[in-house]
């Protein structure tokens, strides 16, 4: 389950390398316009500082619970006590942290209004770090990640991560591999040092494929999976998640088959650093041995608490945890049913499939995330203990209906869940009629029971392939095989 790894969140050691910044906030109302240009007069009422950049991604990685060092190189300014003071307060280790006092701290400065955004104005030095500071950078570096379980690198590019840098750091991997994540506009840079993911947004793999945006979702969606051989080939990480924003990210792994999450659009414009989020937990995930799917999964919810308050700001492991819980998932028929006429009502297009789900493998997260991207909601019938011990025998379910639901619920492709009693779904897809009803395994259209209805309700029948040699029944048949050698109960 995904709260598992979170959980383990806590014990984890972390070191987060880039450019730190102060993103200050200046709020104030604007009722009239200056007299000597068209622009807003905005009266001033108050200042919000807040770390940004790389270390809001420490920040973030500070609040899910992992104990965290942040390297960079700031100046000796007021803006750099601010910076430090804050990261100090949040309990992130700023021992390596360069001031240096020719370097000017990065600063965004945005001006608000009704809590619009009017003016950014940027500020500090970007060039690259050179000479005693840039080694004591790299010593920094080199002692504390031996001392990490992940790496993050949070390059946007004003030079904290040099050449040189970037050599300490591919050779302290080479040395003894660390999960090192890496968030970066030019990520190419890291592609010889043993990079286990990287997260460009897409305007980031537009520039490293050389290729035009395109315009609508859909475009966007087949434009990206059609990238998956060449990012990973161009960036040499055995992970690449590409953030589509509303859209959610694909994430592309060596030897797996493509994996999207899906986020819960929010009307918040203001929302900034939920890259920073999602890398941070994505990092935490991997580190914590959660697998590909189950890392992305709880780096778009952790991006998707961020996204929904607005500012820089960060996801506590105790929001992330209320998030995955997600009780109004799982609803009865009667709830589903008025659910789901308001959804059809938006224009949603409703996906539905059902199964026991017994033992949750990445057999069955590659169906529902197909499934999920044959329409806009995802419904899933969950066979409760009762029908599948009818369905199985009397040994199954391994896990109670409850818990199956939330396992379920915290993936981010399944939208809504619904426990039924019935052998068949018949009755749920009566209630429900939805516009798609997929199924996997071994079935063909002449063989599946619940076509005919499906298909009569005005609906359309999609069949779907689970992955090779991946079954519960298969798990548990590994399991017993292990548990019957001598000694392995020891």
Not at 93 to 114: P, Q
Not at 274 to 296: I, K, R
């Amino acid at each position: 389950m995904l709260l598992e790894h979170l959980e383990g969140f806590r014990g984890l050691r972390v070191l987060v390398i880039g450019e730190g910044m102060l993103d200050s906030y200046l709020y104030g109302s604007a009722d009239r316009l200056c007299r000597e240009a068209p622009v807003p007069i905005v009266a001033l009422h108050g200042r919000h500082d807040v770390p940004g950049g790389a270390a809001n991604a420490a920040l973030n990685v500070r609040a899910l619970g992992a104990s965290v060092e942040f390297l960079s190189a700031v100046g000796t300014d007021a803006e750099g006590d601010i910076l430090l003071g804050a990261l100090e307060k949040a309990g992130v280790d700023t021992s390596g942290v360069v001031r240096a006092a020719g370097r000017e701290t990065l600063v965004k400065r945005r001006v608000l209004a009704a809590s619009q955004i009017l003016l950014r104005m940027d500020q500090g030095t970007e060039k690259d770090v050179i000479g005693a500071e840039e080694d004591a950078l790299i010593d920094h570096l080199r002692a504390a990640f031996r001392r990490s379980d992940a790496v993050i690198v949070s390059d946007y590019g004003y030079g904290i991560l040099t050449g040189r840098v970037i050599g300490a750091l591919a050779d302290e991997q080479r040395r003894s591999p660390r999960v090192l994540v890496v968030d970066a506009k030019r990520p190419e840079r890291y592609r010889d040092a043993g990079v286990t993911a990287v997260k460009p947004n897409y305007g980031e793999a537009l520039r490293l494929l050389g290729e035009t945006a395109r315009h609508t979702s859909q475009e966007r969606l087949e434009q990206v999976a059609a990238w998956e051989d060449t990012v990973l080939e161009r960036t040499g990480a055995r992970i690449v998640a590409v953030t589509l924003d509303v859209e959610g990210a694909l994430v592309f792994e060596r030897g797996q088959p493509a994996y999207r999450t899906f986020t819960r659009p929010h009307s918040n414009a203001n929302a900034t650093g939920a890259g920073d989020t999602f890398v941070g937990a994505l990092a935490l995930a991997l580190a914590g041995g959660a697998d590909t799917p189950a890392a992305a999964d709880l780096a778009s919810a952790a991006a998707t608490v961020v996204v929904r308050k607005g500012g820089t700001t960060v996801c506590t492991a105790a929001e992330l945890r209320d998030f995955l819980t997600a009780e109004d998932k799982v609803l009865d028929t009667a709830g589903l049913v008025t659910r789901a006429a308001a959804l059809r009502e938006g224009g949603r297009r409703i996906v539905f499939t059902n199964g026991c789900f017994d033992l949750l493998h990445r057999g069955h997260i590659t169906y529902l995330n197909q499934a999920k991207a044959l329409g806009d909601v995802l419904i899933v019938g969950l066979n409760d203990d009762a029908s599948v011990r009818r369905l199985k025998g009397a040994s199954r379910p391994i896990n109670p209906t409850e818990d199956r639901a939330q396992v379920l619920a915290a993936l981010s492709c399944v939208d809504l869940i619904v426990p039924f009693t019935e052998d068949t779904p018949a009755r749920l897809i009566e209630a429900l009629r939805p516009d798609v009803y997929v199924k996997g395994g071994d079935y063909t259209r002449e063989t599946l029971p619940e076509a005919p209805l499906v298909e009569s309700l005005g609906g359309e029948v999609r069949l779907l392939s689970y992955l090779d040699d991946r079954s519960t029944t298969g798990i548990i048949e590994r399991v017993r095989r292990a548990y019957a050698r001598p000694g392995a109960g020891d």
